[in-house]
C-alpha cells in the first residue's frame, strides 16, 4: 500500500467553481501549501483532461506534490494516480498501472471502503460527511463517526471545512478532501492546513 501524500489534504478541481479558471485556482492553492491535487473534469474529452494535466503537472512537481486524475486510468500515466468511482474494478484496473500508482476508490458507505480495502486501493474518499454546496441534496450526511475504524486509510469528503475537519481527524479520518470552497476562493486553503497541522502534529504545508 502506498502512502498518502504529505499533507493529506486532496484538492479535487471543478473548474465550474473555479475562481479565474481552473489553473490560477490551482495554482493559488498550490501556493498556499497544498500538495495533492486531482482533476476531476469528466465531462471533458480525453485530449482536453491530457492537456490540463500536463500543465497542471509542473506545478506540483515543482514542490514536490502529487497530481491524480479522477477517472480514466488510461489517463494516470500523465500524472502520479487514479482515483476510481464507485463501483470500478479495482483490482482489474491496478494490473494495467505502474506499481508507483496510487489508487483511489470513491466510496460512500463504510462496505465501500471494506471492499476497496480487499481489492487493492492505496485509499478511499468516503463522503458525504457533512451537507455540501457542491453536491445539494447528495446525501444523507453520514456524519463524523462513520470514519471510525475503517480497514484503509480514508479521506473525509464532503462538506469538510475549517470548522470541522477537527472532527472528522479525531474520529479517525486519514486526511481530508476538499473541492467547493477551496476553487471558489483559494484563501480557505490556508485554513484548512493549519487545522490540519494542529491535528497532525506539523506546520502547515509540510
Not at 8 to 22: C, K
Not at 79 to 86: I, R, T
Request: aromatic letters at 2%; one cysteine or more; proline letters at 9%.
Amino acid at each position: 500500500m502506498r502512502p498518502l501524500p504529505a499533507p493529506p489534504l486532496l484538492l479535487i478541481t471543478d473548474r465550474t467553481q473555479a475562481a479565474g479558471g481552473l489553473l490560477a485556482a490551482v495554482t493559488a492553492c498550490v501556493e498556499a501549501g497544498c500538495r495533492w491535487v486531482s482533476l476531476r473534469e469528466k465531462d471533458l474529452p480525453a485530449s482536453e483532461q491530457a492537456a490540463l494535466l500536463r500543465a497542471l503537472r509542473p506545478l506540483l512537481a515543482n514542490v514536490g506534490g502529487t497530481l491524480t486524475i479522477h477517472g480514466d486510468p488510461a489517463l494516470a500515466s500523465l500524472c502520479d494516480g487514479v482515483h476510481l468511482p464507485d463501483g470500478a474494478d479495482i483490482a482489474a484496473i491496478r494490473t494495467t498501472l505502474s506499481p508507483q500508482t496510487l489508487v483511489g476508490a470513491s466510496c460512500h458507505d463504510p462496505a465501500g471502503v471494506m471492499a476497496a480495502a480487499k481489492a487493492g486501493a492505496d485509499y478511499a474518499t468516503l463522503s458525504p460527511i457533512f451537507l455540501t454546496e457542491s453536491k445539494p441534496g447528495y446525501g444523507p450526511a453520514l456524519g463524523p463517526s462513520v470514519l471510525s475504524g475503517l480497514p484503509l486509510p480514508t479521506l473525509a469528503l464532503g462538506g469538510v471545512e475549517a470548522g470541522n475537519l477537527l472532527a472528522c481527524m479525531a474520529a479517525g479520518a486519514a486526511g481530508v478532501a476538499v473541492m467547493g470552497a477551496p476553487m471558489r476562493d483559494p484563501g480557505d486553503m490556508t485554513g484548512l492546513l493549519s487545522v490540519l497541522a494542529a491535528t497532525r502534529g506539523r506546520k502547515a504545508g509540510i
